[in-house]
């Protein structure tokens, strides 16, 4: 089987020859392991490895994103992180905000920030493998790294329109952030690849249900 036969076999509940191969890891651990195995590039590597996907993915080309004398940086979203590779947030930059109101001054970030042109030159080369694709989907969690975790959930009870809006505002961005990323990558992409939503509809739900009940 080729790499894309193995993985639609596997998602089409039929048997594969093998199990199909996934890899995702630091840029440096990749970069080692290049080296140890003597992979001329990451293509390379993943040939070396068996890896049976390729992931596909959009450019950010927004305003520069800081990196402060303490080794934290800032995403897109304004948030400031600390660690290895992602990292975990250090900043919350929408706690404290009481009313919707407050939101319209914070600086959002654009779809227009990325680029997708690339998109199908990318895929070229991986006619074989399945390829995976899509912005990192994680309106939940970029939510909670905006308000902070414990304050999101107390104002879902507390000021649940600020946390509808917020929640309204990261689900409006990843919708046409997708829009964009499907349009460019039309015909060779076979599977998505998202992160969390339902969770933070689920909780919403649930915060004005104890709300209604008290």
């Known amino acids: 089987m080729t790499p894309k036969e193995r993985v639609l076999a596997a998602f089409e509940r039929r048997k594969p020859d093998r199990v199909p191969m996934w ?43 800081q990196t402060f004398s303490d080794g934290t940086w800032e995403n897109f979203w304004g948030v400031r992180r600390a660690g290895h590779y992602y990292g975990q947030p250090v900043s919350h930059p929408l706690a404290g905000a009481e009313r919707v109101e407050d939101l319209d001054r914070y600086a959002w970030p654009s779809p227009d920030w990325f680029d997708f042109s690339h998109i199908k030159k990318q895929c070229r080369g ?31 009870y507390t000021h649940p329109d600020v946390v509808e809006a917020v929640l309204a505002r990261v689900s409006a961005f990843y919708y046409e952030l997708t829009t964009r990323f499907f349009e460019a990558a039309l015909g060779c992409m076979e599977i998505f690849f998202l992160g969390t939503i339902s969770e933070a509809r689920t909780g919403f739900r649930s915060a004005r249900r104890c709300g209604a009940a008290s």
Do not use: Q
Request: with cysteine; charged share 30%.
């Open 126 to 156: 991986w006619e074989d493998c399945a390829i995976i694709g899509g912005p990192w989907v994680v309106v939940y969690t970029d939510a909670t790294e905006l308000l902070g975790t414990t304050e999101f959930w107390l104002k879902l």
């Open 23 to 65: 890899y995702g890891a630091d840029a440096r651990v990749t970069d080692n392991l290049m080296r140890l195995t003597g992979s001329a590039d990451e293509e390379a590597l993943m040939r070396r490895l068996h890896i049976d996907f390729r992931r596909v993915r959009e450019r950010y080309i927004g305003p520069p994103l």
